[in-house]
């Protein structure tokens, strides 16, 4: 004899509309908030690198309206690395110089020469720690001029945004520092205007 399945008990109606309405809120909400902090974000990387081209800056402290620090933004330097710019210049190169490391491919209707990846990743990592398109041979020492090869930027510089940590004088983090400003109604104006209380009230 079977065991006879029983009916799954249906939750609360009122439980459903509290976490229903939640998530429509808070979806709501974060979309604005995505929304205006990208621009935020883009508004202030633009006047940083702005800054930092004219001054040398390279960290901004973040304070609340009150003058409270909650954080810094520092730069993060970008990178530069060795890249091939001419694939034929830079395998005829290989060819000329390092026979062993060219790569010819016959492929139905054409032909393709190359070097080796390998090969290729060295020479680009030791051009890339010199800062210049040049190679020196580990055998003979010769310093070639690698053609094909530039040393252009590989990673843009960024910003990095840190709040600030709890401390005997202040026990508040960053983030709990503009929780509380929050809170106290002395934000909304500030960076969500359109959520602010009375937005939507005419003048």
Do not use: C, N
């Given at each position: 004899m079977t065991e006879q399945q029983q009916t799954p008990t249906a939750p609360d109606p009122a439980a459903i509309r509290d976490a229903v309405t939640r998530q429509a809120v808070l979806g709501a909400l974060l979309d604005q908030i995505k929304d205006a902090y990208k621009d935020a974000k883009a508004d202030a990387d633009k006047l940083l690198e702005q800054q930092y081209r004219a001054v040398g800056t390279t960290k901004t402290d973040a304070t609340l309206p009150d003058g409270t620090q909650v954080g810094s933004v520092s730069r993060q330097g970008g990178e530069r690395a060795a890249q091939v710019v001419d694939d034929e210049q830079f395998a005829a190169w290989v060819r000329d110089h390092y026979p062993s490391e060219h790569v010819v491919r016959i492929i139905p209707a054409r032909v393709e020469v190359s070097?080796?990846?390998?090969?290729?990743?060295?020479?680009?990592?030791?051009?890339?720690?010199?800062?210049?398109?040049?190679y020196v041979d580990p055998?003979?020492?010769?310093?070639?001029?690698?053609?094909?090869?530039?040393?252009?930027?590989?990673?843009?510089?960024?910003?990095?945004?840190?709040?600030?940590?709890?401390?005997?004088?202040?026990?508040?983090?960053?983030?709990?520092?503009?929780?509380?400003?929050?809170?106290?109604?002395?934000?909304?104006?500030?960076?969500?205007?359109?959520?602010?209380?009375?937005?939507?009230?005419?003048?």
């Open positions: 070097a080796r990846p390998a090969f290729a990743a060295q020479v680009l990592a030791e051009m890339t720690a010199a800062g210049t398109a040049r055998e003979t020492g010769e310093v070639h001029d690698v053609p094909g090869v530039e040393i252009r930027p590989s990673r843009a510089a960024s910003h990095r945004l840190t709040y600030t940590r709890g401390s005997k004088a202040q026990p508040l983090t960053g983030r709990e520092l503009v929780a509380r400003a929050w809170r106290e109604g002395g934000l909304a104006a500030h960076v969500l205007p359109a959520l602010a209380p009375g937005a939507d009230q005419p003048a």
